[in-house]
């Protein structure tokens, strides 16, 4: 088992709707959880961050965080076309911080 | 405002030569990364260094070594290049050690090795 999952897509949803972007992890001590979005041929870049149970909002993104069941995701609100891009999950454990794969995400017009 | 600032952009080497990748960081960051980026494989951590002095093997160090010159600057040497060694590396630096704060990282190099 991988030690961060995610679907590598492509995730395809219309403009304006909501998009869902998920992601597991294996070592139940994670503290750490960090969402980058990464255009193709750039750098990744901080979306957010999240550390405790629950929702965190930050304007048309809310990162959600479920330890018990081992996943966090990413709700991307009114989805727009500049939103296409590769989602990397990033988890914390055992004092390491590992990626996933990533979700590519297209935003249909 | 530069943060993350990486050199060169682009390379082509031959299988056998040298080059070094650099990095600079501008926030006054104490731990720095060099990650690589393969098609299916994500980011994998070649290198980091939790503060200055100090520098630590990753998942993939083999045919890589690694020099924190400073509290800015992190270097990248690969001493004889292999075509396995072609990919996109990324420099990234964090306020504080591995996984407590985020990543802010460079614009990358695209290393060809033929």
């Known amino acids: 088992q991988k030690e961060v999952e995610q679907n590598s897509g492509p995730l395809s949803v219309p403009e304006g709707a909501i998009a869902s972007l998920n992601c597991t992890y294996s070592?139940?001590?994670?503290?750490?959880f960090f969402w980058y979005r990464q255009y193709s041929g750039k750098s990744p870049e901080l979306i957010m961050f999240?550390?405790?149970?629950g929702d965190k909002e930050d304007g048309r993104f809310t990162a959600q965080l479920n330890k018990a069941s081992q996943y966090v995701s990413l709700l991307i609100r009114d989805s727009q076309p500049s939103d296409s891009a590769t989602y990397l999950c990033a988890v914390t454990g055992a004092q390491k911080l590992v990626f996933g794969q990533g979700t590519r995400l297209t935003i249909n017009p | 405002n530069a943060g993350v600032t990486q050199t060169p952009k682009f390379q082509v080497l031959k299988t056998g030569q040298s080059m070094t990748l650099q990095c600079a960081q501008d926030?006054?960051?104490?731990?720095m990364y060099w990650y690589r980026q393969d098609p299916g494989m994500g980011l994998r951590l070649i290198y980091y260094?939790?503060?200055?002095?100090?520098?630590d093997k990753g998942e993939v160090p083999n045919g890589y070594n690694v020099s924190r010159l400073n509290k800015r600057e992190f270097s990248l040497r690969l001493e004889s290049a292999a075509p396995s060694q072609t990919s996109v590396y990324f420099c990234?630096?964090?306020?504080?050690?591995?996984?407590?704060?985020?990543?802010?990282f460079g614009n990358g190099t695209r290393l060809t090795v033929t």
């Open positions: 999240i550390y405790s149970n």
């Open positions: 260094s939790a503060s200055e002095g100090t520098t």
């Open positions: 990234a630096s964090s306020e504080v050690g591995q996984g407590n704060s985020p990543l802010h």
């Open positions: 070592d139940r001590g994670s503290q750490s």
């Open positions: 926030m006054n960051h104490n731990s």
